[in-house]
């Protein structure tokens, strides 16, 4: 697991901006949609071609929040990343210029529909009613990388819980772009996982800073099942 470091200067920006630590502490479970990010052989297996070994470590973290989430309304989306012929065309610079023709090809074999790569680590808890939805960028907002804002849209979501891989690339990119396009977003700072502790904390960082309320496992299942202001109200 990660050793997670937030500055105490991103704390206090908080603070002094928000008055409070977490800014999202008050959510409505049935508004709310867990976004499990790219838990995939390919970024998963051992010896797998974008292989980020903390992955494995985060699914115990990862489940607890999807039952969670069934047992209080809201709804887990299982995100996969697809590499698919229209997004080597589309995304061409990326695939041409970031990587060797051999590492392209490893990519294809591994992220295309129906490869082993392609499909999500088989430790993750899937149940009816769980959705899965394929992105073919890095962001799931992305304009046409997936249908996913539509599918939130159309059952009211207002709250996002992230979690998944890579902290700093798929599940920052996913969480920057909701945040703008106003959704809540709750970053998971123990249900996130990347290549070291560095790149992990940079994100946890920026996401406190502008972005995102960033909670632990603990915390965001606190949040889910306790009492809304709304429902003591009532009482």
Same mark, same amino acid.
């Given at each position: 697991m990660?050793?997670i470091?937030?500055a105490?200067?991103?704390?206090? +920006?908080?603070?002094?901006?928000?008055?409070r630590?977490?800014?999202?502490?008050?959510i409505?479970?049935?508004?709310t949609? %867990? #976004?499990?990010?790219?838990?995939q052989?390919?970024?998963m297996?051992?010896?797998?071609?974008?292989?980020?070994p903390v992955? +494995?470590?985060?699914v115990?973290?990862?489940? +607890?929040?999807?039952?969670a989430?069934?047992?209080?309304?809201?709804?887990?989306?299982f995100?996969?990343?697809?590499l698919?012929?229209?997004?080597l065309?589309?995304?061409?610079h990326?695939?041409?210029?970031?990587?060797?023709?051999?590492?392209l090809?490893?990519?294809?074999?591994?992220?295309?529909?129906?490869c082993?790569?392609f499909?999500?680590?088989?430790?993750?808890?899937?149940k009816?009613g769980?959705? #899965?939805?394929?992105?073919?960028?890095f962001?799931?907002?992305?304009?046409?990388?997936?249908?996913? %804002?539509?599918?939130?849209?159309e059952?009211g979501? =207002? /709250?996002?819980i992230?979690t998944? /891989?890579?902290?700093?690339?798929?599940c920052?990119?996913?969480?920057?772009?909701?945040?703008?396009?106003?959704?809540?977003?709750?970053?998971?700072?123990?249900?996130?996982?990347?290549?070291?502790?560095?790149e992990?904390?940079?994100?946890?960082?920026a996401?406190m800073?502008?972005?995102?309320?960033?909670?632990?496992?603990?915390e965001a299942?606190?949040?889910?099942t306790?009492?809304t202001?709304?429902?003591?109200a009532? =009482?």
């Open positions: 990660h050793k470091e937030i105490p200067l991103a704390k206090q +920006r908080v603070l002094d901006w928000c008055g630590e977490h800014i999202f502490a008050d409505d479970p049935t508004k949609a %867990h #976004i499990i990010v790219d838990l052989n390919g970024f297996a051992p010896g797998a071609a974008v292989e980020i992955a +494995r470590e985060i115990p973290n990862v489940n +607890r929040i999807s039952e989430v069934r047992a209080t309304g809201g709804i887990n989306v995100i996969r990343y697809l698919d012929p229209p997004t065309v589309a995304w061409s990326w695939f041409n210029k970031f990587m060797t023709p051999e590492r090809k490893l990519m294809e074999k591994t992220f295309a529909k129906g082993e790569g499909e999500l680590w088989p430790a993750l808890e899937v009816d769980d959705l #899965i939805v394929d992105k073919t960028r962001g799931a907002f992305v304009p046409g990388s997936s249908n996913l %804002h539509d599918i939130l849209q059952r979501i =207002e /709250t996002l992230i998944g /891989t890579a902290t700093n690339v798929c920052e990119s996913t969480a920057r772009d909701a945040m703008q396009m106003n959704y809540q977003v709750i970053f998971v700072a123990d249900g996130n996982a990347t290549n070291n502790d560095a992990h904390n940079a994100t946890l960082n996401m800073a502008l972005f995102a309320d960033v909670m632990t496992t603990d299942v606190d949040c889910l306790r009492p202001t709304s429902q003591v009532a =009482e």
